[in-house]
């Protein structure tokens, strides 16, 4: 026997009306018999009930009359169509109905999608609604109702990744959540470029890698696989939508940076100045947009009227590709020249303005060229910028290194160093975690012919070092654990990457999640503790989800762990973690296991 009330659109709730329910497996056809059927799995309900119902996906009996109703295929809404000797009804409601068996679980029905019914008259009538329902157990819940929706897809601030989010968690399609083929419609995945990847950051977050050659791009529509495997938790026999969803730029998109490589001295007639702008940086593996121009820096106060050649200036700002070659003939000996460089990424974020001056010599000077004039590095990166140093034909043709001298020099200087020199070498090299983090370092090298002192010429790079995200370790997790067990998770084992600390430097946030309703653990944390102990029995038998975030120096990482506790009394097994997570080829991997007895085993 079941007591069944309805919840409608405006919040009111009908008298709850008795009737007995025997429930079984069914097919029904989602369209009717006029039409090639296709079938859903549905329901089949007898009732006897005074009262007239009506749930998609069942077909009833009542005193009233008979009353049948089809699914539709459409995952957002379905039709059904009622009829009865007293006529029908459609109504626009959200219900739910609860039916309690003798083995004591229940089951719930909540209503979702809009269904169109109409009367034996004609007459329109409410709307009803789709089906989903819910089977509890003891303390455990069981959804099978509909699968999540894709709520929308956005790019990374950076252009590198889609962040597609779901209403609702998943279970993040299983053993397949990290399959992109399996995940994404094949239109979609071919815009994705070479090998992307896919991540979940959480059960409601999937994440998307672009590879080499995408070609998404904002406005472009993404879509999933229509038989992907992402089904809510723990899993509907129905999965995700394959709706279309027009993908979204990202509300702050990082700019990119331009850079450009090029002699800082040029000699009159020493044929062209060559300007390259390769070494700009922030098109996510995509062509970037190049707007050059140039500009006069005059510094003779008395001759303030001095303007630049009308064909320079068309030459310059009519160039589009990376790089630019100005004739040595077009530019005036004694002068300084500015030429600017703009660049912008697909995502339509434009670069500051990045200037490079150059003087023009009465007398040949080297021509020097660093493979980049700007670099952003992580600290554990080593510096590496290489040098070309020669005479532009036709003026001295000289090439080999031995004719030059080098110096390099920077400022600030590092490590409590000299800021001049710190090498003599033609290439400049500076080994990983040696710079600081948030620092832009200014290196400036002298090229100096041999033969001629006097003939130098100079070039600049700057360095921007950046802090590296730490890395979150938990160390005890994805284990099972009988209930008569204590519970240790850590995470000393948690790396700077930066190299600056320790683990006792960090601040760590626990949380706990009990699987799969995602309701909050049955106790409370210690809050900033590496190691957290739970007592034995403090959880009981089902599985959780343990996160940690760690931070260090205002950034922070985050990962998760799965437990699984137990009823029964069985011994506990794990393998120590390794010193070092990574091991060099020639090296011997050694591999510890723990065990840990059931309670009462002597064995």
């Not at 730029?249 to 020493?270: E, L, R």
């Not at 005479?391 to 000299?418: E, I, K, Q």
Request: aromatic content about 6%; hydrophobic content about 35%; overall charge neutral.
């Amino acid at each position: 026997h079941t007591s069944t009330s309805t919840t409608t659109a405006a919040g009111l709730t009908s008298v709850p009306t008795s009737s007995s329910t025997t429930t079984s497996s069914a097919i029904v056809p989602s369209s009717s018999s006029s039409s090639p059927p296709s079938t859903n799995v549905g329901m089949v309900t007898s009732t006897s009930s005074s009262a007239s119902s009506a749930f998609i996906g069942t077909t009833m009996s009542s005193s009233s009359g008979s009353t049948s109703s089809n699914p539709s295929t459409t995952p957002s809404s379905s039709t059904s169509h009622i009829a009865s000797s007293g006529g029908s009804t459609s109504s626009s409601s959200a219900s739910s109905s609860s039916t309690a068996s003798s083995s004591g679980a229940s089951t719930t029905m909540h209503t979702a999608a809009t269904t169109s019914i109409t009367t034996a008259n004609g007459t329109p009538a409410a709307a009803a609604t789709t089906t989903a329902t819910s089977t509890t157990t003891g303390s455990t819940t069981v959804s099978t109702g509909i699968a999540p929706n894709v709520t929308g897809v956005t790019f990374s601030n950076d252009g590198w990744r889609l962040i597609v989010t779901f209403n609702n968690a998943t279970d993040r399609g299983g053993s397949q959540q990290n399959d992109c083929p399996s995940l994404i419609s094949g239109p979609t995945l071919s815009t994705l470029g070479s090998n992307p990847t896919c991540h979940w950051a959480d059960p409601s977050s999937l994440i998307i890698t672009t590879g080499s050659g995408a070609t998404v791009a904002p406005n472009s529509t993404f879509q999933l696989a229509a038989s992907n495997p992402i089904h809510n938790v723990p899993g509907t026999s129905s999965n995700v939508p394959d709706t279309p969803i027009l993908i979204q730029a990202p509300t702050s998109p990082s700019p990119p940076v331009a850079g450009i490589t090029g002699p800082s001295q040029f000699g009159a007639g020493c044929g062209s100045v060559v300007l390259d702008g390769s070494s700009s940086a922030g098109a996510a593996g995509r062509a970037l947009i190049y707007t050059w121009s140039v500009q006069e820096v005059n510094n003779n106060i008395n001759n303030i009227n001095i303007t630049i050649d009308a064909g320079l200036v068309s030459l310059v700002s009519g160039a589009s590709s990376s790089s630019i070659a100005i004739p040595g003939s077009s530019l005036v000996v004694g002068r300084h020249y500015t030429f600017a460089l703009i660049v912008r990424n697909f995502l339509g974020a434009a670069s500051s303005l990045s200037i490079h001056e150059v003087q023009i010599s009465s007398k040949p000077v080297p021509v020097v060229i660093t493979s980049s004039s700007y670099i952003t590095i992580m600290r554990p990166m080593p510096v590496h910028v290489g040098t070309l140093a020669s005479f532009a034909s036709p003026c001295l043709n000289l090439s080999s290194a031995s004719s030059f001298t080098f110096a390099w020099t920077v400022s600030p200087s590092y490590n409590g160093g000299a800021s001049s020199p710190v090498s003599t070498s033609k290439d400049l090299k500076v080994p990983g975690y040696t710079l600081n983090i948030n620092q832009v370092y200014t290196f400036n090298l002298s090229v100096t012919l041999s033969s001629d002192p006097s003939i130098t010429s100079y070039a600049m790079v700057r360095v921007n070092v950046v802090s590296v995200p730490p890395v979150a370790v938990i160390e005890g997790g994805n284990a099972e654990f009988p209930t008569t067990v204590p519970v240790v998770l850590s995470g000393v084992s948690s790396v700077d990457s930066d190299g600056l600390t320790n683990s006792t430097t960090f601040t760590y946030i626990w949380s706990c999640h009990a699987l799969p309703a995602r309701s909050s653990c049955p106790f409370n944390f210690t809050v900033d503790r590496p190691i957290i102990l739970l007592p034995s029995s403090t959880l009981p038998p089902g599985q959780y989800e343990f996160n940690l975030v760690v931070i260090v120096r205002g950034v922070n990482a985050s990962t998760s762990t799965v437990i699984t506790i137990t009823s029964s009394s069985r011994p506990v097994a794990y393998i120590n973690p390794l010193s070092s997570p990574s091991v060099s080829p020639s090296d011997r991997l050694a591999l510890y296991g723990v065990g840990i007895p059931a309670a009462g085993d002597i064995s």
